[in-house]
């Protein structure tokens, strides 16, 4: 199993990036995916989600109307567009799937897979 986060590079605020985690290994059209991020010295925390499918999303509030997640099956692949980009969003971010057998969720522990993480930093 492979999670491939890639997409994170420095930018300033009000800048947009696309964070991409290419897939491999598990049957990604079955899997909810998400995505997290972690500054030092905090717990890592959720940033948004995606359904099987992808007809269903949620967000942190504080991405909420800024950040959009999507997928593409065909491409086993799980993005994150990230607009009006601030300082407070620097923080290396990782992919996650959540297994069909793991009820849909925004906590860790119901996400088996996990990516290496991208790093995001947006200067004031």
């Known amino acids: 199993v492979q999670l491939q986060a890639s997409g994170g590079g420095l930018v300033q605020a009000g800048d947009s990036l696309r964070l991409s985690c290419a897939t491999s290994?598990?049957?990604?059209?079955?899997?909810?995916m998400a995505w997290f991020r972690q500054t030092p010295g905090k717990e890592r925390e959720f940033v948004a989600t995606?359904?099987?499918?992808?007809?269903?999303?949620y967000y942190a509030e504080s991405v909420k109307g800024r950040f959009t997640i999507s997928r593409d099956n065909a491409k086993n692949t799980v993005y994150l567009q990230m607009n009006s980009l601030k300082p407070e969003d620097t923080a290396v971010y990782y992919c996650?799937?959540?297994?069909?057998?793991?009820?849909?969720?925004?906590?860790?522990?119901?996400?088996?897979?996990w990516g290496q993480g991208t790093l995001v930093t947006v200067s004031s």
């Open positions: 996650a799937a959540n297994p069909p057998s793991t009820n849909w969720g925004i906590t860790e522990s119901k996400y088996t897979y």
């Open positions: 290994g598990f049957t990604f059209s079955t899997y909810a």
């Open positions: 995606i359904s099987w499918g992808g007809g269903s999303q």
